[in-house]
C-alpha cells in the first residue's frame, strides 16, 4: 500500500475534527481513518448533554476567564494551566464552527445557541442538542470528512505501531470483514481511539468498545502514559445497566434524594448541590448508600434522580431520550415517577501523555480526544469538557500532523512484522489441554477493579488489585479462541481488547496505589486530604518489561494559586 501522509485512527469527535481540520490546512494530504466501528458508531454518538464554551447567550455575564478557573478548581488543581487557557479560548469559536457546518444546536427565543447549566461550572455555559449533542456533531464532521476526500477504513481493527527506533513506520491492523492482517505504512499516526472506563466492565456508562486499544497500543510501543489512576465515576448511571442519564437532567433542575426523602447534596455540597462535580457527588451518593439511606433492589441499592416536578412539556423536550432510556431499561417514566440510578464508571482522565499540540514522545505519532491526556482536566473532568476537548484538540492535532507530516520520510513497514502478528493471532486459536476463557476473565477484571481501585481507594485493597491483575494477565496466557474462522472474528476482537484492558488495568492500579492523597476522582479512605507538597504532580507511566514503571511530570500552573476546593 503507498503511504498515507496521516492515518487517524478513531472515527469519533476527535479523530474526525483532526481529519477535517488536516484536510483543510494541506488539501493535497493523503489522509485515511481507520475505525473498529463505522465513524457514527463511535462513543461521542453517545454524549447527550453537551459542550461548554463562555458564550454569554445564557448568562451574559459569563468569560473566558470564568470557565478557565472553574475547569483548573474543578481537576482539583492538577490540570496543566496553559492546556487549559487554549481549552476554553478556543471554545466559542468551535462551537460556531460546528453551527456553520450545519450541528443543529438547541436555541433559545431569540435564536442564540441555548446554554443550560452543568456541575462545576459557575454559570449556565453548556451547549447542546436536547439531549443527543454528540450523535449531531459526530454526523455534520462526518459529512465534512466525506465531503473534504478522506479515505474511510471502517471496521480495521488496529493491533500495533511499527515503529522504527524513535520513530513510527505506521501502523498494522486486521481487516474485520476478511481477518487479514495489514500494514498501513504512514509519515504520521494520530490515536483518537477513546477511552478506557469500560474495563471496568459490569457498571460502566461507555460502549463495548471503549477499552483503550489506542493507550495501550502507545504504551507497549513505549510511550509514556499520564494520570492513569484518575477514572471518573459518573454519578447517575442506570441502577441496572450503568448506562448515563446525562447531567443535563440535574442541569434542567432534577433532584437527588435519598430513602429518607432527602435531597442529601445540601450537606455535602450546600451552594452547588445537585450541580456538583461528578467525584463530589458520587462520592456523596455513595457515602448515604453506605450509611443505609439508600434504597434496596435485588439489582443492588440505589439513589433516586426525581424530575417529576420538572413537567411532562419539559422532558419531552429537553430530555426526551433520558425518559426513553429510563422506561425501556427501568420500566420507568420519570414524568411519574423518580429514576433509579447509581455511580457509573463513565471516563479516563488520563492517556497518552502529549504537549499541547498533540505531539507524543515517538516522532510521527500524536494523540488527541478521550485516549490523550493533555492534560485539561487533572484528577476531574467537568461535564461538558470532554466534548469540547475533543474538539478543540482534535482540531489543534490535525493541524499538527498536516503541518508535520510531510517532513518524515515515509518507511516501510517489514512483512515479517506483519507475518509475526498475524503468528500470534493464531497462536490464540490453537488446541491446547489447560485453557481460559474470554468471558470470565473479563467478568473478574471488572469486578476486581470495582471492589478495589473504584470509587473508594486504600492500601490494602490496591493491593489486592494489583495482585488479581496479575493473575489475571498470568491466566490471558492460556486464554482460547473458540471461533477459528476469518470473517468477522468478534470472539479475537474481544480478546484483543481484553489484552489492552489488562495492560492498562495494571497502569490505573500501579497509580493509585502509588498516590498516597485524595485528589478528584482519587479518594484514598487512608490519605484522605490532598497533598500538595508531595502530590501535585502528573504521573507517568511507562511499559518495562511487561510492567508498569513509574515516574513524575510537574503540573504547569498559570495565574491560579492552589486552593482548598469546596462547593
Ligand atoms: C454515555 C456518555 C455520555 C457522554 N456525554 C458527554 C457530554 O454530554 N458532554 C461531554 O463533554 N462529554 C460527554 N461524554 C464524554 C465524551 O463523549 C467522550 O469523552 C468523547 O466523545 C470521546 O471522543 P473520542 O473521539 O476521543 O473517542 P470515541 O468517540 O470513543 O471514538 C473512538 C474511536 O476509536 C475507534 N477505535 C478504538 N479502538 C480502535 C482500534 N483498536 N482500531 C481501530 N479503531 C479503534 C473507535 O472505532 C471509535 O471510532 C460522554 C460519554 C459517555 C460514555
Not at 474526525?16 to 461521542?44: C, D, F, G, Q
Not at 506483519?418 to 489447560?434: D, K, N, Q, T
Request: overall charge negative.
Amino acid at each position: 500500500m503507498k503511504p498515507f501522509d496521516i492515518v487517524v485512527v478513531g472515527g469519533g469527535g476527535a479523530g474526525l475534527y483532526a481529519a477535517m481540520e488536516a484536510m483543510k490546512v494541506n488539501p493535497s494530504l493523503n489522509i485515511a481513518v481507520l475505525s473498529k466501528v463505522y465513524p457514527n458508531r463511535s462513543h461521542t454518538s453517545a454524549a447527550q448533554g453537551g459542550a461548554n464554551a463562555a458564550l454569554a447567550n445564557k448568562a451574559k455575564d459569563d468569560t473566558v476567564d470564568m470557565h478557565i478557573f472553574d475547569t483548573i478548581k474543578g481537576s482539583d488543581y492538577l490540570a496543566d494551566q496553559d492546556a487549559v487557557e487554549i481549552l476554553c479560548s478556543e471554545a466559542p469559536r468551535i462551537i460556531r464552527e460546528l453551527d456553520n457546518i450545519g450541528t443543529p444546536w438547541s436555541r433559545m427565543d431569540d435564536r442564540t445557541i441555548a446554554q443550560r447549566p452543568f456541575g462545576g461550572a459557575g454559570r449556565p455555559r453548556c451547549c447542546y442538542c436536547a439531549d443527543k449533542t454528540g450523535h449531531t456533531i459526530l454526523q455534520s464532521l462526518y459529512e465534512q470528512c466525506l465531503k473534504k476526500g478522506v479515505f474511510f477504513f471502517n471496521e480495521y481493527f488496529v493491533l500495533n505501531i511499527s515503529a522504527g527506533g524513535s520513530k513510527s513506520r505506521g501502523l498494522v491492523a486486521m481487516n474485520m470483514r476478511t481477518g487479514k492482517v495489514e500494514a498501513f505504512p504512514a509519515r504520521t499516526v494520530i490515536l483518537a481511539t477513546g477511552g478506557y472506563a469500560k474495563m471496568y466492565w459490569n457498571r460502566s456508562s461507555n460502549a463495548a468498545g471503549n477499552t483503550g486499544d489506542g493507550q495501550a497500543i502507545a504504551y507497549r510501543a513505549g510511550i509514556p502514559l499520564k494520570d492513569m489512576e484518575f477514572v471518573q465515576f459518573h454519578p447517575t448511571g442506570l441502577r441496572k445497566s450503568g448506562l448515563l442519564v446525562t447531567e443535563g437532567a440535574r442541569g434542567e433542575g432534577g433532584y437527588l434524594v435519598n430513602s429518607e426523602g432527602e435531597r442529601f447534596m445540601k450537606n455535602y455540597a450546600p451552594e452547588k448541590m445537585e450541580l456538583g462535580p461528578r467525584d463530589l457527588v458520587s462520592r456523596s451518593i455513595e457515602t448515604e448508600i453506605l450509611e443505609g439511606r439508600g434504597f434496596d433492589s435485588p439489582a443492588g441499592p440505589y439513589m433516586h434522580l426525581d424530575l417529576t416536578h420538572l413537567g411532562g412539556d419539559l422532558i419531552k423536550s429537553r430530555l426526551p431520550q433520558i425518559r426513553e432510556m429510563s422506561m425501556y431499561f427501568e420500566g420507568v417514566d420519570p414524568i411519574d415517577e423518580p429514576i433509579p440510578i447509581r455511580p457509573t464508571a463513565h471516563y479516563s482522565m488520563g492517556g497518552i501523555d502529549t504537549d499541547n499540540d498533540g505531539r507524543t514522545v515517538m516522532e510521527g505519532v500524536y494523540a488527541a480526544g478521550e485516549a490523550a491526556c493533555v492534560s485539561v482536566h487533572g484528577a476531574n473532568r467537568l461535564g461538558g469538557n470532554s466534548l469540547l476537548d475533543i474538539l478543540v484538540f482534535g482540531r489543534i492535532t490535525g493541524r499538527t500532523a498536516a503541518e508535520e507530516a510531510r517532513q518524515f520520510e515515509p518507511d516501510e513497514i517489514p512483512s515479517s512484522e506483519v507475518s509475526a502478528i498475524e503468528e500470534e493471532l493464531r497462536e490464540y486459536m490453537r488446541p491446547s489441554g489447560h485453557y481460559e476463557r474470554y468471558g470470565a476473565l473479563r467478568e473478574e477484571l471488572g469486578q476486581t477493579l470495582a471492589q478495589n481501585v473504584g470509587i473508594f481507594r486504600e492500601k490494602s485493597k490496591i493491593e489486592k488489585g494489583v495482585k488479581d491483575l496479575a493473575e489475571l494477565k498470568e491466566r490471558f496466557q492460556h486464554v482460547r479462541v473458540f471461533d477459528t474462522s476469518d470473517v468477522y472474528n468478534t470472539n479475537l476482537m474481544q480478546v484483543m481488547e481484553l489484552r489492552n484492558m489488562l495492560d492498562l488495568a495494571q497502569t490505573v492500579a500501579a497509580g493509585a496505589l502509588a498516590r498516597e492523597e485524595s485528589r478528584g476522582s482519587h479518594t484514598r479512605t487512608d490519605f484522605p486530604v490532598r497533598d500538595d507538597e508531595k502530590w501535585h504532580k502528573h504521573t507517568l507511566c511507562t511499559w518495562e518489561d511487561g510492567s508498569p514503571k513509574l515516574d513524575q511530570k510537574p503540573v504547569t500552573m498559570g495565574k491560579y494559586e492552589l486552593q482548598e476546593r469546596t462547593y
